[in-house]
């Protein structure tokens, strides 16, 4: 079964970096878009980044435009996520996607087909 596998998270102070990644197996996903979501228990799963399928497209939140970056090697399989200058309100648990029908990437939840089971970024204050 096709499935996604986040990695890099933990406890970083605020100011800080972390690298996220989230490797795909049992599927190419290089005709993919590519997406990272975070959520907070008891809130909405949030948007945060989109990258197209040969990574010519990306879009951000305004919460993270500026700090974060999204990236992908379709060679490895997987999705980056590079998150610089973290506050505390980064803190969430974060989730990579992929979409088979939105090429280009989205900011829509349900326009996603494949989801990973998170990795837990804590930001202290």
């Known amino acids: 079964q096709a499935q996604l596998v986040e990695s890099g998270g933990g406890l970083v102070q605020a100011g800080g970096s972390l690298r996220l990644s989230c490797a795909a197996s049992g599927r190419t996903f290089s005709s993919y878009g590519l997406g990272w979501f975070r959520q907070v228990p008891g809130k909405e799963r949030e948007f945060v980044a989109t990258i197209s399928w040969n990574g010519g497209i990306t879009y951000y939140a305004d919460s993270v435009k500026g700090r974060f970056t999204i990236s992908r090697d379709n060679a490895k399989n997987t999705v980056y996520l590079q998150m610089n200058s973290l506050k505390p309100e980064d803190t969430a648990a974060y989730y990579c996607?992929?979409?088979?029908?939105?090429?280009?990437?989205?900011?829509?939840?349900?326009?996603?087909?494949?989801w990973g089971q998170g990795t837990q970024v804590t930001v202290s204050s």
């Open positions: 996607t992929a979409s088979a029908r939105y090429r280009g990437g989205s900011y829509l939840l349900s326009d996603y087909d494949h």
